[in-house]
């Protein structure tokens, strides 16, 4: 078979375009550490978190601190705001890595930092877990991207990220 | 319902008006009737809670009790009972059922509120109503779906207190008539233009036209059919080009500008609205 000298040229390109693809997702892999949410978080019985009685962090919702500049935030997503979140904005500081625990004692929810891609559904009886570096400051809302009911459209929250010097520890929930 | 219709239009004001309009042109005349009024004007306040249904009467009692988390909206996302009528410098209290979520109870004018929604069953709330008037609330994550309240203090509106009523009849505003006149007109026009036609041709035998029955008369006298088809002869080539003397340079250069199109979208799309934007998912 006799292939054109033009045609071997857009092969070449398609195929360099595919090895570039994958380059870049190895890249974000590597480079800035893009992870995907996974199992991690475990199981948890709804109606146990629907009660308070779970026996967990979620029992008291807010955020933790576990280390010099890493905290643990507790959300209980449910029908329909955000605990913390939506009462009360999550108040964490800049240059902090904060890992996000999630979960929903009723129905399915979406967990959405607008803007960005940290983005998870929040199953019942699943505890969505991911880990956020907030480098500066700022303020992001928390949207549910899931339909979740009659009330879905209202259900948003807030992350204020402040200075280091401003931020008085967890204030609890 | 107490609610009022008003300029705008509901789908549901539609629909009956569209059956209004069915009824009309059957010849028979469509007779509103008048709105049920509960004798007090929440101003559309309950045109969203299921559970509303008129408004209790507690006048008379020192303490009346409101609960947060009863069957209604869907769910248990409402008041029980969601309008109560009470006499000024009662105190209400708000009783959470422990249902449906976690619940509050926040005034949309009046300032009281219950704080961060709460779902223990048992938790209360009091506010005690001075002024005579009409008190609203609503629970703030369950606004949207309707789990809202009033507390009416005072006579205000007694006595025609019915319980309730719902909107009958036909109370649509001009622009509704204009479009369910215009929804109807399309309906009925293929049939209005049928009997235009049907008008036109008189009941006269159906078949060809003039023109057309010349024309096949026309054919039956030639008595040879429709003309056959002539082959268009096969012309020489001007000049012939071997595979590689075939340049589609045109075709090289679409490929080209769509490969720095697709380039230019990869690196915007995953570089700068992926990775570009705020903090990322690193665990």
Not at chain 2, 110 to 137: L, M, N, Q
Not at chain 2, 262 to 281: A, H, I
């Amino acid at each position: 078979m006799e292939i054109h000298r033009f045609e071997k040229v857009w092969i070449a390109i398609a195929l360099l375009l595919i090895v570039g693809f994958i380059a870049t997702i190895a890249y974000g892999a590597l480079g800035p550490g893009v992870k995907m949410v996974d199992a991690s978080g475990g199981t948890i019985d709804p109606e146990a978190v629907a009660a308070g009685e779970s026996g967990t962090a979620f029992d008291d919702p807010g955020v933790r601190q576990t280390g010099p500049n890493e905290y643990d935030v507790y959300v209980v997503a449910r029908q329909f705001q955000f605990a913390p979140g939506t009462s009360q904005p999550i108040e964490v500081p800049a240059g902090s890595t904060v890992t996000f625990h999630i979960t929903s004692p009723d129905v399915t929810h979406g967990f959405n930092i607008a803007g960005t891609n940290v983005n998870t559904m929040v199953i019942p009886g699943q505890v969505a877990e991911l880990t956020v570096d907030f480098d500066e400051t700022a303020s992001y809302g928390i949207v549910c991207h899931e339909y979740c009911g009659g009330g879905h459209h209202t259900m948003e929250g807030t992350i204020e990220v402040v200075p280091q010097a401003e931020y008085d520890g967890p204030g609890g929930s | 319902m107490s609610e009022d219709a008003g300029p705008t239009v509901s789908r549901r004001g539609l629909l009956r008006g569209a059956a209004g309009t069915a009824i009309a042109a059957g010849g028979v005349a469509a007779v509103g009737t008048a709105a049920g009024q509960s004798g007090v004007d929440f101003d559309g306040w309950f045109s969203d809670v299921s559970n509303f249904d008129g408004v209790v009467d507690r006048r008379g009692q020192g303490e009346v009790t409101v609960e947060v988390g009863v069957e209604g909206n869907g769910d248990y996302w409402a008041f029980g009972p969601a309008a109560v009528r009470v006499d000024p410098g009662t105190t209400v209290v708000f009783e959470w059922t422990g249902e449906g979520s976690a619940h509050n109870v926040v005034a949309e004018n009046d300032g009281y509120s219950s704080g961060d929604p709460v779902r223990e069953a048992g938790t209360t709330f009091e506010h005690t109503f001075e002024e005579t008037g009409i008190s609203k609330y609503y629970c703030d994550p369950h606004l949207a779906v309707g789990m809202k309240g009033a507390i009416v203090v005072g006579d205000m509106g007694a006595g025609a207190d019915a319980g309730g009523g719902s909107p009958g009849g036909i109370s649509l505003s001009e622009g509704a008539w204009l479009l369910v006149g215009s929804l109807g007109l399309a309906v009925a026009s293929p049939l209005l233009f049928a009997a235009f036609l049907r008008y036109r041709r008189g009941g006269g035998p159906s078949g060809p036209s003039e023109e057309t029955r010349e024309q096949l008369q026309r054919v039956d006298e030639v008595d040879q059919g429709p003309p056959r088809a002539e082959e268009a002869p096969v012309e020489k080539p001007e000049t012939t080009i071997e595979h590689d003397e075939y340049d589609p340079s045109g075709t090289l250069s679409l490929v080209l500008g769509y490969l720095v199109l697709v380039v230019l979208l990869w690196v915007f799309m995953y570089f700068v609205e992926f990775l570009g934007r705020g903090p990322t998912v690193i665990g």
